[in-house]
């Protein structure tokens, strides 16, 4: 669905934001990307998305509607205040489908009856809500979502997550998730690429061989989160 092949982000400064990437992206598959801080997670999903063109190497999609290839999410909703929730997932687009459309999308994350509701009126949990519906407008076949939970409270962060889960179990969208935290990446993804440096290239990959949904705190998850810690240098023996 995605293949990255060796691709490199050198920004005008002559700094590079990150090196040599390479990953594929089956169908439907869900991938995390972890890292510490500067390695280039943000730069490589702004590379991906087609929102920062000045690449080198290859990138190739093999979606249905190149148009609607990518939906993206980030840290922060990134809502217009002006706009009401349905406004705000449809904004943008034609505006005949649009009520319908929002309102399907608005079920599906969990917020039915706050469509004319602003955002000044809502959680942080639900206007993250607001963003996870945006970003699947138009149907995208691959997500790439930026540490879309880290700036939640534990809880309301746990309640988003089974959502994101059973999205990705529903619609069977292939994504890249980029996260800070290391128990969602076991929680959701399939596969975990670690990525290390400054600037940062894949050190490692890890597979996550049980079936979800999954408990979390789960032994054979824990373990696994042993082995990235000391992949990123943070156990001490
Ligand atoms: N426009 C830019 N010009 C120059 N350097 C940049 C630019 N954008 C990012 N960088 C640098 O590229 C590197 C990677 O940045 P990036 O934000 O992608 O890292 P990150 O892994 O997402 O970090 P974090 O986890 O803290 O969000 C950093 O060293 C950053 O300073």
Redesign the pocket.
């Known amino acids: 669905m995605l293949a990255v092949n060796q691709v490199s982000r050198v920004?005008q400064?002559g700094?590079a934001?990150?090196k040599n990437v390479n990953i594929r992206l089956t169908e439907g598959e869900v991938v995390g990307v972890l890292?510490t801080?500067?390695?280039?997670?943000?730069?490589?999903l702004r590379v991906l998305s087609g929102l920062d063109l000045n690449y080198k190497g290859d990138i190739e999609t093999n979606v249905s509607n190149p148009e609607h290839a990518f939906g993206m999410m980030f840290q922060e909703p990134r809502l217009m205040p002006w706009l009401s929730v349905w406004e705000n997932i449809t904004f943008g687009v034609a505006k005949k489908q649009n009520r319908e459309q929002a309102l399907d999308l608005i079920q599906t994350v969990g917020l039915d009856g706050f469509e004319d509701h602003y955002p000044k009126d809502l959680s942080g949990g639900m206007a993250q809500r607001v963003a996870i519906a945006r970003s699947l407008l138009n149907r995208p076949e691959i997500l790439l979502l930026d540490e879309p939970l880290s700036a939640l409270d534990a809880f309301t962060k746990m309640q988003l997550q089974d959502l994101l889960l059973s999205i990705f179990e529903k619609h069977h969208t292939t994504t890249l998730l980029v996260t800070?935290d290391i128990d969602e990446a076991l929680y959701l993804c399939d596969r975990i690429v670690i990525m290390r440096g400054?600037?940062?290239g894949i050190q490692s990959e890890i597979s996550i061989d049980t079936p979800k949904p999954r408990r979390r705190g789960d032994a054979y998850l824990a373990n696994l989160k042993e082995d990235i810690l000391q992949e990123l240098d943070f156990t001490r023996v």
């Open positions: 920004f400064n700094k934001g990150f890292g801080s500067g390695c280039g997670k943000s730069t490589l800070h400054q600037p940062g």
